[in-house]
């Protein structure tokens, strides 16, 4: 299985940005998917989630009515929208598959995870 993540930048407070992750290697439309991040110097935390028919989705509290996980899986690609992004937005974000037919906030039920994209929000 390869997750491979996309779409981050260097960006002001208040901007947008979207990010992709495209997935190869199992069926894709029978898996939950979840975005992650990872702050300099903390541990990764949950973003969003979704099920594997997009139906449900679950989010953090820091950035829920923000942020929007949705997923196209014709394409075999999930997407992050991030809007109003703030400067503790800022980290290394991952894209990841959970279990089969998972929906699931917790990390460890993830079993593949994309290489990261870096999204920067200054002030």
């Known amino acids: 299985v390869q997750l491979q993540a996309s779409g981050g930048g260097l960006v002001q407070a208040g901007d947008s940005l979207r990010l992709s992750c ?68 800022t980290a290394v974000y991952y894209c990841a598959s959970a279990g089969f037919g998972r929906l699931t906030t917790n990390i460890r039920e993830y079993d593949y995870w994309g290489q990261g994209t870096e999204v920067t929000v200054s002030s």
Do not use: C, H
């Open 22 to 89: 495209a997935a190869s290697g199992r069926t894709f439309s029978s898996y939950g998917m979840g975005w992650f991040r990872q702050a300099p110097g903390k541990e990764r935390e949950f973003v969003a989630a979704i099920s594997f028919s997009g139906g449900n989705t679950y989010y953090a509290d820091s950035v829920k009515g923000r942020f929007t996980i949705s997923r196209e899986n014709a394409k075999n690609t999930v997407y992050l929208q991030m809007n109003s992004l703030k400067p503790e937005d």
